[in-house]
């Protein structure tokens, strides 16, 4: 919580703010919309690539810690490819894991650079785009989700929790954290420790999805909401 993270943190925030104040206003507007859209997708894409393009200068590139399998990796090229497709089943794994994800990682940063190094630039950027993604999806495109979308979520993370584990086995690598906890603070340093923090995650992971699905798509308070939606021409209801 230096001053550069609480300020990119509140940029964060007000652009997420913004994105919500305009969405009738960029939903109307098919060129403003794919601009957007395409704007957010090519911030995702940048960001891996510079990232792979710093690994590769610096000599830093191993396959123990540097492959794209970290939950946030994951969700971001699972963003770029529901944004260039508008896929909805993507969405519903951007949308929970990827908000979970990033926003943890928003808040305790396992970055070992000070801004303004490129890394704590990129690092910010990603996760950001990250969580606008998913929220321009539910926002501006207007997807919605069923609560059996929230065991659904739950599921794939699982399923690319397993996979993930298997490469940490075959490599002695620790991506999204299955064999120990990061070496920096981090929120899994109050789960308890290895594997218990493993199954606490669970527990989180999915109380986490069922409160973003009430906050977002349930709760009362947004009665109102959903009645200037409905009279939008291009509602999606997502129901599995």
Not at 9 to 15: N, V
Not at 78 to 105: D, E, N, P
Request: aromatic letters at 16%; proline letters at 4%.
């Amino acid at each position: 919580m230096s001053g550069s993270h609480v300020t990119v943190l509140l940029i964060t925030l007000a652009l997420l703010f913004l994105l919500f104040l305009f969405r009738f206003r960029l939903r109307q507007s098919p060129l403003l919309k794919e601009l957007l859209r395409w704007s957010l997708a090519v911030i995702l894409i940048l960001s891996q690539l510079t990232l792979e393009i710093w690994y590769q200068a610096f000599g830093l590139w191993d396959i123990k810690n540097t492959l794209p399998l970290e939950l946030c990796s994951l969700t971001l090229i699972l963003s770029i490819l529901m944004l260039i497709t508008k896929s909805r089943v993507l969405y519903i794994f951007v949308f929970y894991a990827g908000i979970c994800g990033a926003l943890a990682a928003l808040l305790t940063p396992n970055l070992a650079y000070a801004f303004p190094h490129f890394r704590f630039i990129q690092f910010f950027i990603a996760h950001g785009a990250i969580i606008l993604s998913a929220f321009y999806m539910r926002w501006i495109e207007n997807n919605k989700l069923s609560f059996s979308s929230v065991p659904i979520g739950f599921v794939m993370l699982n399923v690319a929790a397993g996979f993930v584990w298997l490469i940490n086995q075959m490599t002695g690598a620790n991506y999204m954290f299955l064999s120990r906890k990061p070496d920096t603070p981090s929120i899994l340093d109050l789960l308890g420790p290895y594997p218990l923090y493993i199954f606490m995650e669970e527990i989180v992971a999915l109380l986490l999805f069922l409160m973003l699905y009430l906050l977002f798509f349930y709760l009362p308070w947004g009665a109102v909401n959903r009645v200037e939606e409905s009279r939008e021409d291009d509602v999606h209801e997502i129901g599995f």
